[in-house]
């Protein structure tokens, strides 16, 4: 089967740029060299498994400023999505810290200098927004999942609100991001990779002034409808989300026809 040849392929390009990126990422403070051996190791994963992306609204950012982009979440495939659909920022994601425990993966992960979190200790988390701001300054964009976990069905979850807090404490534009194709192409849970278009739409930049801690929901609702309208109408809602409709209602709208 041609998967055996491509995983075995994908296999040692993770080794080998994965154990580069800690050597170089070792012996600097934001990472920024290692980060560019990681775009070209996402680049030959998404050639090797036949992803094709289509990038929408770049002429949204502008690449000398930073932003925190704000994406939906469907596939681990995203990450590698993301750093090749905006080739012209030094991304780091805000991710759970258990994350560096992933052999190779998480390793590089550490020598790129991502911000992690440890949600089970309340003043990582603050520590973490302090890290981020770190990076802001150092010319460096976040990437932020509001979701929390990956969709396993590809309804947009509900939000977080820490990338938004941090965004207002960083006085630092949200681009909301939508991702679309990348559980087909990656499943959550799965481990094929196979061949697809990957679409990317880029929002223009929200600003931040004005919205305060107190009122986080507005602002992520807004990013939330942003992200949604370029999904699908059926991956729009949850069913707790329009409890008050009965379940023919939801399935009515999830379906458009409503």
Not at 65 to 75: E, G, L, M, P, V
Request: proline content about 6%; overall charge positive; some cysteine.
């Amino acid at each position: 089967m041609l998967y055996v040849p491509q995983l075995i392929l994908l296999t040692l390009l993770t080794v080998l740029l994965s154990v580069l990126t800690m050597v170089v990422g070792s012996f600097e403070p934001y990472g920024k060299k290692a980060y560019r051996i990681n775009q070209i190791w996402t680049w030959a994963i998404l050639r090797i498994a036949g992803i094709s992306l289509r990038v929408k609204g770049l002429e949204h950012i502008d690449p000398k400023r930073q932003y925190i982009f704000i994406a939906n979440h469907q596939s681990i495939i995203d990450i590698p999505v993301l750093v090749q659909a905006l080739p012209q920022f030094q991304l780091r994601w805000l991710a759970k810290k258990e994350l560096l425990r992933v052999p190779f993966f998480g390793w590089a992960m550490w020598a790129t200098k991502h911000v992690t979190v440890d949600r089970a200790d309340p003043q990582d988390a603050v520590k973490s927004l302090q890290r981020a701001q770190e990076r802001l300054a150092a010319g460096i964009s976040l990437v932020i999942y509001p979701e929390g976990t990956r969709s396993k069905d590809g309804s947009l979850q509900r939000f977080k609100k820490g990338g938004f807090l941090l965004a207002v404490q960083a006085h630092t534009p949200i681009v909301p991001i939508t991702v679309n194709g990348s559980g087909a192409v990656l499943p959550a849970g799965g481990w094929r990779l196979r061949p697809g278009l990957i679409e990317i739409t880029i929002e223009e930049p929200l600003a931040v002034e004005g919205f305060r801690p107190g009122n986080l929901r507005l602002l992520s609702n807004q990013v939330r409808d942003k992200i949604a309208s370029h999904l699908p109408q059926s991956s729009r809602y949850q069913p707790e989300e329009c409890a008050h409709l009965g379940q023919a209602g939801v399935e009515a709208l999830r379906h458009g026809r409503s």
